[in-house]
Structure formats: structure tokens, C-alpha cells
């Protein structure tokens, strides 16, 4: 799928613009704080209902304006064209798909954009639920039923959160319908994740053995969130005295967790920076992979300020396995990187917030 068509309102500091994008690499070059990263915060949000910087909702619309707008014409490979919108008002958001008003959650599943920028390396740096999250949104992208059983799972998990807090008794009659739900939302979760990572696993570790063949063959290691072979409904109820006296549920599909490994740096630890931002890479461009081959095209690729996260050689390597896919692809840099100069690709001129198409 690619973006035909960008147009962004009231976006940080870009108050208006409008994209005609190149099915292949498009380029956005401009000086720091001009505006780059912004355009790819757009993508991102269209096709996760989020940023992927943190901070307040409230930044992403410009200071003054009475809110953001955002609009993408989106050419599937089976030549559908999809219209979609994104705006917010106040703290009020609202999504629109072929003009109809529709649910984040479908609009998000129209639109796929994988997106490696600085934070990125978080998700081998950082904690579980970075992990779980990148999980999760593979998951929801190739299970239809993914989204509702979680939602199931979040809200008996919450419901039997807050009996825990403020019931004086674990009563079997009240925890038990709660964690009925969580169990049989739980195996299906758990079911589906075990999956999606055997799939990407080869992806992988084709990925890792093109940007870090000295760190050997990658291991991956999952778990569910409970004790491995138990059952979740059992467990949730021996647990209950404990999980009370700590005032939350200590087990199920929200503490699931999966972790890499290599043969030549078997821990995190082991890892230099400059490393767990090629790991992170990789999980990303791998599960591009398997998105593109499950649902038989690829999802839109996003690298924002690629030259300073990564050495030449390795901004080659990255732009040469992408420019053998049909992957549209969204750059950014204060320069061109080298590996781009080798490629045709559509550039933009950024400066504040303004964005001038060059070539
Ligand atoms: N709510 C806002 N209203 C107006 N301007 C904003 C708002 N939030 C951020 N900005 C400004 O918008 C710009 C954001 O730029 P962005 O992060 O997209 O820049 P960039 O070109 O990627 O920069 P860098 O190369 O430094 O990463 C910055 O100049 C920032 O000060």
C-alpha cells in the first residue's frame, strides 16, 4: 500500500500541507526542528491512533490552532484507493474513512506504516511492554478477532484490578465471571502472539543476519504471562490473597514478554547502542516482511533521520534490501544520506513547516 496523497493541518508546526508522494523512496530534507519528523508523525498516526513521540496529546496540535487535521489517500496494491481522516478538536478525536465517520480501530487497520526513528531502539533497551506493544500491533494487523478480545481481556482485567482494591474478601462469586474472561480471552491472545512470533521468527533472522552477522544465530523467547503450562483460570484464583495484598493482577496475557537473544551476545547488556538500533531495525523491517506476506502487501516504511541513527555502511544495507521490495518508502535527514543518492526518489524540501517538493 503507499500514500497517493498527505495532507496535514495544524501539525506541530506545519500549518498546511499537501503531499503528492512517489510510490518508491520519498525524501524529506531540511534543518533541524524544520518540520521532518512531523510529516512521518502524521503516517504514524493514521496507522496507530498515536504518536511515537511521548508527551502530551496536546503538543501535537499547533500552538493557536483550534486543532489538527489529517487526510490520506491510500492506493492498495489491488489498485482500491481508500480515503482516510484523522482530526482532533479539543481532546476530541475523530476518524473518517471514505467520509464516513468510523472507529480508530478500523481506521488503523487500513492504514500500515512501520516506522523506525530515534526512540525505536526502546524496544530492545526498554521494557516489556514496548515489546509487547510491537507485538501486539503485528497480532492485530493479520487476527481480525485480535482487537475485541483484547478489549475483553483489558476490561476484566480492569474489573477484577479494582475488586482486588476495594474488596475486603477474594468471594469466589465475584472475581470468578471476571477471570473467566480473562482466561478464555487469555489462551486466544496468547494462542495468536505464539504464532505471529513463529511466523516472524525466519524474517527475523534473515533481517539480523544482514545488519549484524557478528552477533550469530538470534534466538527468541516468549512468554505468555503466567507460568508456562498452567492453567490462567486456576491460577488467578490461588492467586487471589497474594494479588490483593499487592493491589493489582500479577499474572495473564498483560505481563506477557518476549525477549532476543544471540550467540555472541546472549543478554541485552551485551549489546552497544549502535546495536540494539540495528535489533530494533530488524523486528521492524521483519515484520514489514510478514505483514506483506500475510495480507500480500507491503506496509508503508517510515526511517526518520536515518543518517545520524545508523553508520554508512549500514544506511546502505538498509536502503538496498528496501529497494528490492515495492515498499513506498518515507526518509528523512539534515543531509542526504549517501545510500539514497544511488536511488530515485521524490524530495521535499522542509524549512519552518513548510514543505516544497524539489524533484
Ligand atoms: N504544538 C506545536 N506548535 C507549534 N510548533 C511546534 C509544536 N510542537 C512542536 N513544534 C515545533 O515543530 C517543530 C517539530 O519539528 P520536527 O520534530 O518535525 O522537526 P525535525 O525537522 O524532524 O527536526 P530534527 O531534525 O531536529 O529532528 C519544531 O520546530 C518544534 O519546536
Redesign the pocket.
Known sequence: MRFEKLQLRGL??ISEASLDLSPGFNFFA??????????L?AAFLLSHGRSFRSGARD?????GAAGLSLFAGIRHDDQRLVRLGLGREGARWEARMDSESVAIGQLVRECAVVCFEPGSHALIAGGAEERRRFLDWGVFHVEHEFLATWRRYQRALKQRNSLLRKSATTEEALFEPWEQEMARAGALIDEWRRRYLELLLPHLRDQAALFLPELGNLELRYRPGWTEGEELLALLAIQRTRDQARGHTTSGAHRAHWSLSFAQAPEREHLSRGQEKLVALACLLAQARLDAQIRGEWPIVCL??LASELDQAHQASVVESLKGTPAQVLV?G?DTPGALERVPARVFH?EQ?RLTPLL
Open positions: 506541530r508546526c531540511g534543518a533541524n526542528g524544520a518540520g521532518k519528523t512531523s510529516v508523525e503538543a501535537l496540535t499547533q500552538r526518520d533521520d528523512t539534515t522542509v513547516g
